[in-house]
Nanobody, 121 residues
Framework: VQLQASGGGLVQAGGSLRVSCAAS????????MGWFRQSPGQEREFVAT????????YYADSVKGRFTVSRDNAKNTVYLQMNSLKPEDTAIYSC???????????????WGQGTLVTVSS
């Protein structure tokens, strides 16, 4: 199983960025997908999750209304559209796959490497 995140970069505060996560080696459409982030010296933090069909999503309060998670099962890819970015959104963003909708990192079966998002003030 491989989860390959991409799309990170440097963006100014107030700007937008979309990160992607391409999955292989698993039945992608049968997994709930989540996004987590981790800043230096901080614990991993839940960001968003989406059901296998895309009908159900859930967000951390800190990103609600600014971030949107979506997926394309035909492309085995999950996306995180990030708008109105703030310096405190700076982190490594990682995707993960789980068998149900959950915010708990330990309930995710597979993890990808992260992509760095840096928001300058």
């Amino acid at each position: 199983v491989q989860l390959q995140a991409s799309g990170g970069g440097l963006v100014q505060a107030g700007g937008s960025l979309r990160v992607s996560c391409a999955a292989s080696g698993l039945s992608f459409s049968r997994y709930f997908m989540g996004w987590f982030r981790q800043s230096p010296g901080q614990e991993r933090e839940f960001v968003a999750t989406i059901s296998w069909s895309g009908d159900n999503t859930y967000y951390a309060d800190s990103v609600k209304g600014r971030f949107t998670v979506s997926r394309d099962n035909a492309k085995n890819t999950v996306y995180l559209q990030m708008n109105s970015l703030k310096p405190e959104d700076t982190a490594i963003y990682s995707c993960a796959a789980a068998k149900w909708l959950t915010t708990r990192s330990y309930e995710y079966d597979y993890w990808g490497q992260g992509t760095l998002v840096t928001v300058s003030s």
